[in-house]
């Protein structure tokens, strides 16, 4: 890894490692959970707050690094590295990172906005590898009620990230960039 | 919630609601290339499900019937011991089974779209 060069890399970097370290506790206590929800695989994608935090604070790099690294260290620590449940995952990562990434260029779209369709997009990744992985489209059928849930899901982790960038001592301005 | 935020929401609902009738028009196809395989002495039939019908199979200790009725099969009568096969009831699952194992018959249901063995979390 490159030598940080200024007090404001080093606060970037370690600002992503803290929301590894919290996105992939989040992520931890989620799956520990017993579902609440009749449809399978429904979570509200508390991981992903990490995710939308980052891309706010540091940049849309580093949201897909924090996205990233926080999917390989819940499948390492759930004994899901390389199964299925981890392609999916990881498919669902970095879909959800490149339509938050697209919808975060977009002046008029707030934190909730990117989490709301980094939901969606999450979901649709997911039942896609799904589909290609079982070699049928069954999977794909439960896409209208997982878009469904995916609105209230989104809209709680959005707000949840605003309430936390308004309260929280990161101050965004330091790094420079968004 | 900013106008931008509404318009994202409005679109992901549009799309789930859009989703509705595609996910509906590909499980009715699915289930309409649902077929029974029925295998017995006298070989192999292919039974589609969309119509109800009654077959009669030559098995090892008689004749077993097979009823087909609302998409689903079951076996209606058989002259062996136990009757597990008329015991099994209704199935019409892709991948469901029938097993007559005295009189050798099997019923199966064979399809397009397969539902899914297992789900992971």
């Known amino acids: 890894m490159r030598p940080t060069r200024s007090y404001a890399d080093a606060r970037a970097l370690t600002t992503v490692a803290l929301l590894v370290a919290v996105g992939a506790v989040l992520g931890l206590v989620e799956s520990s959970l017993i579902p609440s929800l009749p449809v399978p695989g429904v979570r509200l994608g508390l991981g992903n707050l990490a995710v939308v935090l980052a891309m706010s604070l540091v940049g849309r790099t580093a949201a897909l690094r924090v996205s990233s690294l926080r999917v390989v260290i819940v499948a390492l620590a759930t004994g899901a590295l390389g199964g299925p449940g981890f392609v999916m995952a990881l498919a669902g990562a970095l ?15 707030s934190v909730i906005g990117w989490s709301v369709g980094g939901a969606a997009a999450h979901v649709m990744a997911q039942l896609a590898v799904a589909s290609l992985m079982a070699g049928s489209a069954a999977p794909l059928l439960l896409s209208p009620i997982t878009l469904a849930l995916a609105v209230p899901c989104g809209l709680v982790i959005g707000y949840s990230s605003r309430l936390l960038l308004s309260r929280l001592p990161l101050v965004r301005s330091e790094f420079g960039t968004r | 919630m900013t106008r931008g935020d ?19 028009l590909a499980s009715g ?93």
């Open chain 1, 95 to 109: 879909v959800s990172w490149m339509v938050m990434s697209l919808l975060s260029r977009l002046r008029s779209v």
């Open chain 2, 6 to 24: 509404r318009i994202v929401v409005l679109l992901v609902v549009v799309l789930a609601v859009a989703a509705w009738p595609i996910a509906g």
């Open chain 2, 29 to 121: 196809r699915a289930s309409g290339a649902a077929i029974a395989v029925v295998s017995g002495l006298g070989g192999t039939y292919r039974i589609p499900l969309d119509a109800d019908r009654r077959l009669a199979v030559r098995g090892l200790e008689g004749t077993v019937t097979v009823e087909v009725s609302g998409r689903s099969v079951r076996v209606l009568e058989s002259p062996c011991r136990d009757h597990l096969c008329v015991q099994r009831g209704e199935i019409d699952a892709a991948g469901e089974v029938i097993v007559c194992a005295p009189n050798g018959v099997t019923v199966r249901i064979a399809g397009r779209a397969d539902a899914p063995d297992a789900v992971i979390r």
